[in-house]
């Protein structure tokens, strides 16, 4: 038996390192921010706000989540961050996971497991 005590969650603090650290490596049209949230209908969701003034990707994750599922929620969220293009509309989004996000998702994987350095970004 491990006298390791348990992880229950990421800290906002690790949160905060992981963020920026994906920002800086794989960019999204705004800057990402996370939320913890308890009363939410999902694990998790993606969409855009206005936060102070600046538009920015909310990322909230329920708060009722334990580690790890909260760090995979947060990835497979950040993934719908890396596809949002500025006419997306929350209630018009007709595939939520299409191909590109399946892409953008594998990457980021690759990129957190140490496997793959991230390919350019093309305009």
Sequence with gaps: MSSEPTKLRMSYCELRKLIRSLQATFPTLHPVR???????????????????????????????????????????????ARVWQPDHIEEKIVEQHPAEWGVKLAELWRHLEGEDTPPKETA
């Design 34 to 80: 996370v939320k913890r949230c308890r009363r939410i209908k999902d694990w998790g969701d993606c969409s855009v706000v206005t936060h102070r003034r600046t538009k920015v990707m909310q990322i909230r994750v329920a708060a009722w989540l334990p580690w790890p599922a909260d760090y995979l929620v947060f990835v497979h969220e950040y993934g719908h």
